[in-house]
């Protein structure tokens, strides 16, 4: 069992800015990567929006350049996968497959998970046309007829989104109503540019031999029939599910699993404790306001470990 000051879990960008602000406040932050090294920014191809790149980077590469920036002030990155924690003992034990850590203080950075629809096809084409953030990738489908998934705000809020870009977005449902609030379905309804397949599932995306969406394979799940809508990008809105497992019964959450942190602050309601990026953000979900919060919880962890509040 190793003990460190301040122990980082997850790799994404609020990671790896938290371990970067930690590394140069001399705290030997130890970082463990988790299930998704990197983050969800490891599945986009292209980032065009985040400040300093005119030209864009790639997903992998800007994550690969922050982990070396933090790397450099000293900060040290583990494999590991988190298992169980007891965050109120003192100091606070991690539990890691083989490993167990102890830490003073505790920065939870380990972000949420889209959720796909789990066939080959979508699998082999996410970030080939398939994707699950419109605020990131919209605006690579300019003129092209795309597909949402989903019936809440957040596919209502996708399409309306993505109708800056595409020439047609066509919401795909799997029941015959909205789950979305009746302000979100109104603006959708009334958007000529959105059109709506109700009853229906997508079984396949083609078309994985040309790696790039071609169209989509739609199942009525009333009549059973199948056809093939033609579209050049598939977008999932099916809700993201908070990485926030081996935290259940030890620090508060809301009723989707995001940890709930204080106004204005990244501290959760355990001292020592705090929380950044997707894992408490169902809001913004970017990679730069992710960013944003991991500074937030380093410096935040920093008044901690000097014995401010």
Same mark, same amino acid.
């Given at each position: 069992?190793?003990?460190?000051?301040?122990?980082?879990?997850?790799?994404?960008?609020?990671?790896?800015?938290?371990?970067?602000?930690?590394?140069?406040?001399?705290?030997?932050?130890?970082?463990? %990567?988790?299930?998704?090294?990197?983050?969800?920014?490891?599945?986009?191809?292209?980032?065009?929006?985040?400040?300093? *790149?005119?030209?864009?980077?790639?997903?992998?590469?800007?994550?690969?350049?922050?982990?070396?920036?933090?790397?450099?002030?000293?900060?040290?990155?583990? !494999?590991?996968?988190?298992?169980?924690? %007891?965050?109120?003992?003192?100091?606070?034990?991690?539990?890691?497959?083989?490993?167990?850590?102890?830490?003073?203080?505790?920065?939870?950075?380990?972000?949420?998970?889209?959720?796909?629809?789990?066939?080959?096809?979508?699998?082999? /084409?996410?970030?080939?046309?398939?994707?699950?953030?419109?605020?990131?990738?919209?605006?690579?489908?300019?003129? =092209?007829?795309?597909?949402?998934? @989903?019936?809440?705000?957040?596919?209502?809020?996708?399409?309306? *989104?993505?109708? =800056?870009?595409?020439?047609?977005?066509?919401?795909?449902?799997?029941?015959?109503?909205?789950?979305?609030?009746?302000?979100?379905?109104?603006?959708?309804?009334?958007?000529?540019?959105?059109?709506?397949?109700?009853?229906?599932?997508?079984?396949? +995306?083609? %078309? +994985?031999?040309?790696?790039?969406?071609?169209?989509?394979?739609?199942?009525?799940?009333?009549?059973?029939?199948?056809?093939?809508?033609?579209?050049?990008?598939? *977008?999932?809105?099916?809700? #993201?599910?908070? !990485?926030?497992?081996?935290? =259940?019964?030890?620090?508060?959450?809301?009723? !989707?699993?995001?940890? /709930?942190?204080?106004?204005?602050?990244?501290?959760?309601?355990?001292?020592?404790?705090?929380?950044?990026?997707?894992?408490?953000?169902?809001?913004?979900?970017?990679?730069?306001?992710?960013? @944003?919060?991991?500074?937030?919880?380093?410096?935040?962890?920093?008044? #901690?470990?000097?014995?401010? #509040?």
């Amino acid at each position: 069992m190793s003990h460190h000051r301040l122990v980082i879990l997850g790799t994404g960008p609020a990671g790896l800015t938290a371990a970067l602000y930690a590394a140069r406040a001399d705290l030997e932050p130890l970082v463990v %990567d988790g299930m998704q090294p990197g983050g969800q920014l490891m599945i986009t191809t292209e980032v065009e929006n985040f400040p300093g *790149f005119p030209e864009g980077i790639t997903g992998p590469e800007l994550m690969a350049r922050l982990r070396e920036q933090a790397e450099k002030f000293g900060a040290k990155t583990i !494999n590991g996968n988190v298992t169980a924690t %007891d965050l109120r003992s003192s100091p606070k034990r991690i539990v890691l497959e083989g490993e167990e850590l102890t830490c003073d203080a505790l920065i939870i950075a380990t972000g949420a998970t889209a959720r796909w629809l789990g066939i080959p096809s979508e699998k082999a /084409l996410m970030g080939h046309g398939v994707s699950a953030c419109a605020t990131c990738d919209g605006f690579f489908f300019r003129g =092209k007829e795309i597909a949402v998934i @989903g019936g809440g705000d957040t596919a209502m809020e996708e399409a309306t *989104f993505l109708t =800056k870009f595409a020439a047609k977005v066509t919401v795909i449902h799997r029941r015959d109503a909205l789950r979305a609030s009746k302000a979100m379905q109104e603006r959708a309804r009334q958007n000529p540019k959105i059109d709506f397949r109700w009853n229906s599932v997508v079984t396949e +995306v083609l %078309d +994985v031999a040309q790696k790039k969406v071609t169209g989509v394979r739609c199942k009525d799940v009333v009549t059973g029939r199948e056809e093939v809508l033609p579209v050049g990008g598939l *977008f999932l809105a099916i809700g #993201h599910v908070p !990485n926030t497992l081996p935290f =259940k019964g030890q620090i508060d959450l809301d009723e !989707n699993g995001y940890v /709930l942190t204080e106004p204005r602050s990244t501290r959760t309601n355990i001292a020592g404790v705090f929380a950044a990026g997707d894992v408490q953000d169902h809001v913004y979900r970017q990679a730069i306001s992710a960013a @944003g919060s991991g500074c937030m919880a380093a410096l935040d962890a920093e008044r #901690h470990l000097a014995g401010g #509040h």
